[in-house]
């Protein structure tokens, strides 16, 4: 392993972070999505690789001082191909449906692989290069060290109640989808965040070559116990924000562990992902009409009880019909407009619903996809769903895109969404005011398929499904779709 250098290492990790921008730079886009994540896996081959062969260094360097490095190798490959199987694993039966609570699980492990790793270089500085055997650890390392070890601890506990709240299966009261607050929850949050800092500080400042435990580890605990109360008052309806903030927080906390490590690879990919993390909920928000700072210190969530229940307890005719009536209305019109939604996902009738849509264009109806941005569990959820049943491109517009065109459209399909296009969202009082919707309501005629009448995740009524041009379909999305599909001559 003579011809491995420092030198050949950076330039290989400075190699699979141009791949990772390029990654960034791909998935950007649904048509280069593909290039992108070819990028992406390539970047991460090189890292790896890069890594190895840097551990094979190492090693041999240790046996030639005659030191033993064969465990921490032996260790590292078990990790290796245990991490792998169970990734693969999982790669292969996640359901399209379960993605968003994938994610969350892996930014899980991603913060407990930040606060292990900073354990274990605070144990043992002169393994990782930051300090000489019998020395303290650098001030500045230190600095790094408390940074990446609460922002890791608060991804962690954070990303498992997220996921909790995303699966929507667990009886656990903290993995409900209704925000859970208490009299003066903020204020200990401050509190905590607070005496957080300050047990940081204390271990920033410890005088001495032995660490200062006990500050650290109190420290560490707090930072777990805040990530839970950060995310629990969080409603279902703002997951998706949460989602993509519990990504910029797993990249921050690996930049903060690289910095310690001395780790460009680290850093690069740690702060590319914070940032796009950050951009992504700045984004979210905007769709949402949140704070962006009430989404970092998890001062946001769902609707007020009262009007939950108001939209719960009102009984009101609706005027429903069939698939069969749904498919002839669509096969005579001129435009439909079709709003996917996590119904959609749950049916998993993407390619029903491909189908269908070929049906209406083979008649000369013009078919477009409405996207809203945080419709769906996480953002770019439909997007992927819509991808995976090969939906051309040129046929799906982003919410800004096609908002206008609502308005002359015959048809609005609108396929298990619900917050996305309810119209109280116009209104100032409502919880969801201000917050930008698809204007499915300015459709010519409205076409919408549910399971039932029961709210979204926001838990408002729709006042859209109570227009006079609006006819509900009651039903499983792939089953309604498979019968619009028949009906369609």
């Not at 699979?16 to 081959?45: D, H, Y």
């Not at 927080?249 to 914070?274: H, T």
């Not at 459209?409 to 409502?430: E, R, T, Y």
């Not at 917050?435 to 005629?445: Q, T």
Request: glycine residues 12%.
């Amino acid at each position: 392993m003579s011809f491995i250098t420092m030198n050949l290492v950076t330039m290989m990790y400075l190699v699979a972070s141009v791949c990772f921008i390029q990654a960034l730079k791909g998935l950007s886009s649904p048509a280069t999505a593909r290039s992108g994540n070819a990028f992406g896996m390539a970047g991460m081959a090189i890292a790896f690789i890069t890594t190895v062969a840097l551990i094979l260094k190492l090693r041999e360097e240790a046996l030639q001082a005659g030191l033993n490095g064969g465990m921490g190798l032996a260790l590292v490959a078990v990790g290796v191909v245990v991490g792998g199987a169970i990734g693969a694993i999982l790669a292969k039966k996640v359901e399209m449906t379960k993605m968003p609570e994938l994610v969350a699980a892996m930014h899980s492990l991603i913060g407990l692989a930040a606060v292990c790793i900073a354990v274990a270089a605070v144990s043992e500085p002169h393994a990782f290069g930051i300090a000489a055997t019998g020395e303290p650890l650098p001030f500045g390392n230190r600095i790094e060290l408390f940074i990446g070890t609460f922002v890791g601890a608060i991804t962690f506990s954070g990303s498992v109640i997220a996921f909790g709240k995303l699966s929507g299966k667990y009886k656990f009261r903290l993995f409900q989808g209704a925000p859970v607050s208490f009299p003066g929850q903020h204020m200990l949050n401050l509190a905590l965040a607070i005496l957080m800092v300050g047990l940081g500080l204390a271990f920033c400042l410890a005088d001495g070559v032995a660490p200062a435990w006990t500050p650290f580890l109190i420290m560490t605990a707090i930072a777990f116990v805040l990530g839970v109360l950060i995310i629990i008052p969080i409603g279902g309806a703002d997951m998706p924000v949460v989602v993509s903030m519990l990504n910029s927080y797993s990249g921050w906390a690996a930049a903060g562990i690289g910095f310690s490590l001395n780790n460009a690879m680290l850093i690069i990919a740690g702060s590319l992902v914070g940032s796009s993390g950050a951009i992504l909920s700045y984004i979210m928000c905007k769709a949402m009409n949140r704070s962006f700072f009430n989404v970092i210190l998890g001062g946001f969530g769902g609707a007020p009880a009262d009007a939950t229940a108001g939209g719960a307890k009102e009984q009101r005719p609706v005027k429903s019909g069939s698939a069969d009536d749904a498919a002839f209305i669509m096969a005579n019109a001129e435009s439909v407009i079709i709003v996917p939604g996590y119904g959609l996902a749950v049916a998993r009738a993407q390619h029903s619903l491909k189908e269908l849509v070929e049906k209406l264009t083979h008649k000369g109806v013009t078919v477009k996809y409405a996207i809203h941005p945080v419709a769906g569990r996480m953002p770019g959820h439909m997007n992927v769903l819509l991808a995976e049943a090969e939906v051309p491109y040129d046929q799906v517009f982003e919410m800004e895109d096609i908002n206008g065109e609502f308005g002359q459209a015959d048809v609005a399909l609108i396929l298990g969404a619900n917050d996305v296009v309810n119209p109280a969202a116009k209104d100032p009082g409502s919880p969801i005011a201000g917050m930008p919707i698809l204007e499915a309501y300015k459709a010519k005629s409205i076409i919408v398929n549910k399971r039932s009448m029961a709210s979204g995740y926001a838990g408002l009524d729709n006042e859209l499904f109570y227009q006079a041009n609006t006819m509900m379909v009651f039903g499983d999305a792939k089953k309604v779709i498979e019968d619009m599909v028949k009906a369609v001559e």
